[in-house]
């Protein structure tokens, strides 16, 4: 089966882990066919194992090699294609386009929630975000991914070991 996998948090605060070393991480871990996209953590591979067996092989591989407690989202190509197939919004020239990819479905309705209180905040009115299955789709203004209102809600650490976002622009290449 055909895999997609994530990483949160690495190649910022201390925590290092070059692409090259993963791959290879990876595969001695028993993945075939592991490539990554661009330096944040975004993998694909191969796999007969399933997701409840795949999970945490993985998360120990990674970290015992790279000495952070590591946690990763791990989807079949076939979720990934339907994750990008379901953003509800329109591309805009002047809008980025993410997907927040979001560990259980208790997650993602948390932050829906939370979005819709951001969005009585000053410039909240210039951003999306909708639901799905175990994501959020947010579109906000370029240049201001980190300081907008729903920005802001996904930086609490309460999400930090349970979401990561990612750009559709990366998710569609990845598939």
């Not at 991480?25 to 066919?33: I, Q, R, S, V």
């Not at 790279?66 to 946690?71: K, L, M, P, R, T």
């Not at 927040?100 to 819709?116: H, K, M, P």
């Not at 070991?161 to 750009?167: G, I, K, S, V, Y």
């Amino acid at each position: 089966m055909e895999y997609a996998m994530f990483l949160r948090g690495i190649n910022v605060n201390g925590v290092r882990v070059p692409m090259g070393e993963l791959r290879d991480c990876l595969t001695d871990a028993g993945l075939e066919g592991v490539r990554t996209y661009l330096q944040t953590g975004n993998v694909t591979f191969s796999s007969v194992e399933q997701v409840r067996t795949l999970q945490p092989t993985i998360e120990e591989a990674l970290t015992s090699t790279f000495g952070y407690e590591a946690h990763v989202q791990l989807l079949s190509h076939a979720e990934l294609a339907a994750i990008v197939g379901g953003y509800p919004f329109p591309s805009s020239p002047d809008h980025h386009r993410y997907a927040i990819l979001c560990a259980t479905d208790r997650v993602a309705a948390d932050l829906v929630d939370l979005a819709q209180t951001a969005a009585h905040e000053p410039g909240g009115d210039r951003e999306r975000v909708a639901g799905g299955t175990g994501v959020v789709y947010w579109s906000c203004p370029k240049g201001s991914t980190l300081a907008t209102p729903f920005a802001k809600v996904l930086g609490q650490r309460r999400f930090r070991a349970t979401t990561t976002n990612r750009n559709l622009n990366t998710l569609e290449k990845m598939l």
